[in-house]
């Protein structure tokens, strides 16, 4: 025999009206025993209490008959709120909603306190490497993913990854995410007219923000774009490129691969941009700089202002606004410039 059982919507049931209806029928024995038997706060509070808590104690006074027909009122009528009290409290309980809303709002309340964040859309194979690598590098970052599915992978991680269940397509989401005080955004959605869509959208509401997007179709790529990507990473075409080149170029590419591999090697690359560049280092030439002199590290690359690299610059290049130095060496090295940079200024003086 099937059995249907038919169970109340949760939409029906709410802490926060099962609290005003308690309240409000706190309010109205009080006010109703004020009123009808001319007792003072205090016996009316104490009578308000006995009778909706059923404890059995005696009157302040003899109740006369409108008391007592007011008093079985709301002995009644508690018995309905009592009923619906109980059956919140017991969904949010049983289902683990309480718990679900806390951690909700300890997420909403962290991605608030984010400055110059990263805001990835999408949590899927290209969004969980993204994830882990930033986990590593420990970078601020918020995951937006409108599946359910990929939220509870993302949840079961070692990782504690800030996380918003939404459509990045919305303006809505992105905001809750905090894109006004992100300082980059990347749209990894498996679809290419979605991330067209958030480009837009990112865009229009931070002007400012450095925004990067996957594209499969490379149709795709003008058009991202023109919705105001700052680049557009195509990751079929670059893993074509890559086995290709393994063919022309093995040595090349395995030492490549080999410096850029976090887990087998302890070699990066840092780009040092004129903005981030201490005052006291403006103006003054790489060789003035005397970076490889004073960290181990080597400036192998330098980014011009229009987008144009230059391959081992020359003694004289000068960083003006607008321009980087990519800087190759060990992490320990690439740590002690960033303190060189920052701490000793005066030592290039």
């Known amino acids: 025999m099937n059995w249907n059982i038919y169970t109340v919507p949760s939409s029906f049931l709410s802490i926060r009206v099962a609290i005003a209806l308690m309240l409000t029928e706190f309010l109205a024995g009080i006010g109703g025993y004020m009123a009808i038997e001319g007792y003072g706060l205090i016996d009316a509070f104490y009578m308000t209490v006995i009778t909706i808590s059923t404890v059995g104690f005696s009157e302040v006074q003899p109740l006369n008959p409108l008391g007592r027909l007011f008093t079985s009122s709301l002995i009644i009528v508690n018995i309905g709120i009592f009923a619906y009290v109980l059956a919140a409290f017991s969904y949010y309980v049983i289902q683990g909603e309480i718990f679900k809303n806390m951690h909700l709002n300890h997420i909403n309340s962290s991605i608030d306190k984010l400055q110059d964040h990263i805001i990835l859309c999408g949590y899927g194979k290209y969004g969980r490497e993204i994830a882990m690598h930033f986990n590593k590098h420990k970078l601020q970052f918020v995951v937006l993913d409108v599946d359910p599915t990929k939220i509870e992978q993302l949840q079961k991680s070692v990782e504690k990854t800030l996380y918003l269940e939404d459509d990045a397509t919305h303006d809505e989401a992105l905001l809750k995410a905090g894109i006004k005080r992100a300082h980059a955004l990347i749209s990894a959605l498996p679809d290419d007219s979605d991330n067209v869509f958030v480009v837009l959208s990112a865009r229009q509401i931070n002007p400012k923000l450095n925004i990067i997007s996957r594209a499969k179709d490379p149709k795709s790529q003008k058009k991202l774009f023109m919705a105001g990507a700052d680049h557009v990473v195509m990751p079929e075409q670059i893993g074509g490129f890559y086995m290709a080149t393994l063919v022309s170029k093995p040595g090349a590419v395995e030492f490549f691969s080999f410096i850029t591999n976090e887990y087998r090697s302890d070699i990066g690359f840092e780009e040092v941009t004129f903005e ?27 980014k011009a202002p229009d987008g144009h690299y230059e391959v081992n610059p020359a003694p004289d290049t000068v960083l003006g606004p607008g321009s980087s130095y990519i800087v190759l ?15 000793y200024p005066e030592k290039i003086m």
């Open 276 to 302: 981030h560049l201490p005052i006291e280092c403006r103006g003054r030439s790489l060789s003035q700089l005397n970076i490889r002199e004073s960290t181990g590290a080597n400036v192998i690359g330098y």
């Open 329 to 343: 060496g060990s992490n320990q090295q690439l740590k002690q410039l960033r303190y060189y940079l920052e701490h």
